[in-house]
């Protein structure tokens, strides 16, 4: 008989165990893709099933996982990225990271929805998979190469100049806590260090191709008319409009003005030279054109050419909201072709330009209080607006040279490493540095940053003046009451549940968080969502049991983390949130800590946790998560 | 000095995509006593050659919910606020992050 093709998945995982160099397809039942849908879902899923609690994440036991979803493939903009998670080696969380590019759609066509790497090899390596084929071939040619410099190597060793590639840099070869994996080198799964995951397992790329496309879709014609409703619609989008145009640095402008820019590692939240890094000026002075991902009209991505003597190359794309504040404001610098330089090494050696720039930016106020002088930085004037200093840590950083290793290490393990008080300007949740948004100018942000399972993160839920408004797109999820940015009430705590249950959707199912409503970017809402699911799957799916989906990952993910010993105390702040901002337009605004523990506490109560934070058996068994029942409490 | 028969109100463009249409970061604009916000978004969506006006208002001549529109630091939800002189009323499109 032969076998009846699913839709909307290939129903095949490719597992690679690297220390007995062996390759096994697995067939998946379709219940699996109901429950979990794919991203988040299913790495949540074989992460909590498959990893022993305590194994070191750069260690042999570590699993990483690269999942699609079951809309992946589709035409639709801006469902096409890639998931990636293991065991966190900077957090020790359940780790995981999203990146955008052509990787995920070209992995689900060539027959495997997703990959699971596990082992270690003796020597490097790289994975080449080609229409439902995987062979592990040697990299030891290409240990040591920047990840523009492996991608063409392969593409040239392969004679497939389409290939997609996902590789690390040096970094991620030197075990950077967080270091990134790279797309085609200028797609970044930037956060929580899955490249040097990649790294410890001697794993150099994973390259595809596929010939044509291996998964079938339930209902084309829909997936089509959406498609073409979206190509309608969007240019009346101002913010999806606007996004276009300027791409995420049109955000240091109205953040500036509005108090919660992050300067001077969160000192304050205004910086007096904010608009010669504004993305208006980028566009006007280095931008040369503008790159986007698959099937995405939208081009946000801009790629730069930083003039002398800071020269960039624009393969590597350009700096983007999160990096320009973190090497710009954050360290007191207003140069932009220094922040695109800092961007081309990061991205060329392969780590996250968020922990990078919130790294740095530790070390300068370290240096400016006298806690680190130059001789411990190796006779660098560390102090903020220093681009030379700036530039020169980084490289450091990315290749482990001198006070660059201990930075390496993450903010967190560098303040233990350093002692004398640092710890107090160390600014991470669950040693995950801050990204650049200020929570004292929207305290939701605050929240999601505390009870988000992968540490500080700032896509885990739209953000306080998404929730001031009540508009079509909230009621779509529930949400009627319009909520002030700054209260930390119980319509605050709803919100940012509801909104990271919406956003934890997305990562389930491969979504950039722009493409859909609330966002300010959004086209597409949460029923045009359901629809796509349906027109992929035929399943006939509503959006409350794409919520619930949605809901179990996230407390698959927080049992990953209970089951590692992480409990209440580890849902908080850095201090300095919970004091005043020292100068900008919210000076003096601090987030009240009582208030915040208050609010913690009943987002617990609101997910059905105990008061330690721990999902009740009545919620793992209302979800469906029987194993985690007998997992969490066995004896 | 205006007569008591109008107002004068600031409004300021916050986006940068807004302030590209109008060609300035803000402008004062003189109303008529007794003026609401809709009165001055109609007044808007007719200058600047129109192009405000594709953006303020949907077909159904509802706001764009694509635009915020705050007065004196407050977020606007309705179109019948009065307005008094020396208002500041900010345009913007809502940045939620990301």
Redesign the interface.
């Known amino acids: 008989m032969v076998p009846v093709l699913p839709y909307g998945f290939n129903s095949r995982w490719l597992r690679v165990d690297l220390s007995s160099k062996s390759l096994k397809i697995i067939d998946v039942p379709e219940e699996l893709y109901k429950e979990y849908l794919g991203g988040r879902g299913v790495a949540s899923y074989i992460l909590f099933k498959e990893l022993k609690p305590g194994i070191d994440p750069l260690g042999s036991e570590n699993k990483l996982v690269f999942a699609t979803s079951v809309i992946t493939g589709t035409p639709i903009p801006g469902v096409n990225r890639i998931v990636v998670a293991a065991k966190s080696p900077l957090t020790g969380t359940y780790g995981e990271s999203e990146a955008g590019g052509f990787f995920a759609p070209e992995l689900k066509y060539s027959g495997f929805d997703v990959v699971v790497v596990e082992g270690v090899s003796e020597k490097p390596v790289y994975l080449w998979i080609k229409d439902g084929r995987a062979e592990i071939r040697d990299a030891t040619h290409l240990w040591g190469l920047t990840t523009k410099e492996t991608v063409e190597e392969i593409k040239k060793e392969l004679g497939e100049p389409f290939a997609r590639i996902g590789c690390i840099g040096p970094a991620g070869e030197k075990l950077v806590r967080f270091a990134n994996i790279m797309f085609e080198h200028r797609y970044a799964a930037g956060r929580g260090g899955m490249g040097a995951v990649m790294g410890s397992k001697k794993l150099k790329a994973i390259a595809v191709k596929a010939s044509g496309r291996s998964v079938r879709f339930y209902d084309e014609k829909k997936l089509v008319e959406i498609v073409k409703w979206f190509n309608d619609n969007w240019k009346n989008q101002p913010g999806a409009v606007s996004r276009s145009q300027y791409g995420t640095a049109e955000l240091v402008t109205p953040f500036n003005k509005d108090g919660t820019l992050p300067t001077l590692n969160f000192r304050g939240g205004s910086f007096n030279d904010a608009v010669k890094v504004s993305g208006e000026v980028l566009n006007k002075t280095i931008l040369v054109s503008k790159s986007g991902c698959f099937a995405c009209p939208i081009r946000c991505k801009p790629d730069v050419k930083g003039e002398k003597p800071y020269e960039t190359d624009p393969s590597y794309g350009g700096p983007e909201y999160e990096t320009i504040a973190s090497f710009g404001p954050l360290c007191g610098i207003s140069d932009l072709n220094v922040i695109a330089r800092a961007n081309q090494i990061c991205n060329a050696y392969g780590v996250d330009t968020i922990s990078a720039g919130v790294a740095v930016a530790f070390a300068m106020e370290l240096f400016e209080r006298g806690i680190i002088t130059s001789q411990e930085t190796g006779g660098l004037e560390l102090r903020f607006g220093s681009t030379e200093g700036m530039l020169r840590l980084l490289e450091m950083i990315v290749k482990r040279e001198g006070f660059g290793n201990v930075l390496a290490e993450g903010v967190k393990r560098a303040a233990e490493f350093i002692g004398r008080g640092a710890e107090k300007y160390a600014m991470h949740v669950k040693s995950r540095e801050i990204p650049m948004h200020e929570p004292r100018g929207k305290v939701g942000v605050g929240l999601q940053y505390a009870l988000s399972p992968i540490g500080a993160d700032h896509v885990q839920a739209p953000h306080d003046p998404g929730f001031e408004r009540i508009t079509q797109h909230l009621t779509a999820l529930g949400l009627t009451r319009p909520v002030n940015r700054l209260a930390l009430n119980h319509e605050k705590v709803r919100a940012v549940y509801y909104g990271m249950l919406w956003w934890g959707l997305e990562d389930c199912l491969g979504i950039c968080k722009f493409v859909f409503t609330p966002h300010s970017a959004g086209v597409l809402t949460p029923n045009h969502l359901v629809e796509i699911v349906n027109a992929a799957t035929g399943w006939g799916v509503s959006l409350w049991s794409l919520m619930k989906a949605s809901e179990r990952a996230f407390n698959l993910a927080r049992a990953f983390n209970i089951r590692e010993g992480f409990a209440r105390e580890d849902d908080t702040l850095p201090q300095r949130f919970f004091e005043g901002l020292e100068f900008g337009a919210r000076k003096g605004q601090r987030i009240d800590k009582a208030e915040f523990d208050k609010a913690v506490k009943l987002f617990y109560e609101m997910a059905g946790w105990d008061e330690e934070g721990k999902p009740t058996p009545g919620k793992l068994y209302e979800l469906g998560l029987d194993y985690v029942v007998e997992e969490l409490y066995k004896g | 000095m205006l007569s008591k028969n109008y107002i004068r109100v600031k409004v300021r463009y916050?986006?940068?995509?807004?302030?590209?249409m109008v060609g300035v970061e803000s402008e004062d604009i003189v109303l008529e006593t007794g003026a609401k916000l809709g009165n001055l978004l109609e007044k808007l969506a007719r200058t600047h050659n129109g192009e405000l006006g594709k953006?303020l208002f949907s077909e159904n001549g509802k706001l764009?919910?694509?635009?915020?529109i705050m007065v004196n630091g407050s977020?606007a939800?309705d179109l019948d606020m009065d307005l008094s002189d020396m208002d500041e009323i900010v345009l913007?499109?809502?940045?939620?992050?990301?």
């Open positions: 916050l986006a940068p995509l807004i302030q590209s953006w764009n919910q694509g635009i915020l977020i939800h913007t499109i809502p940045f939620d992050g990301g």
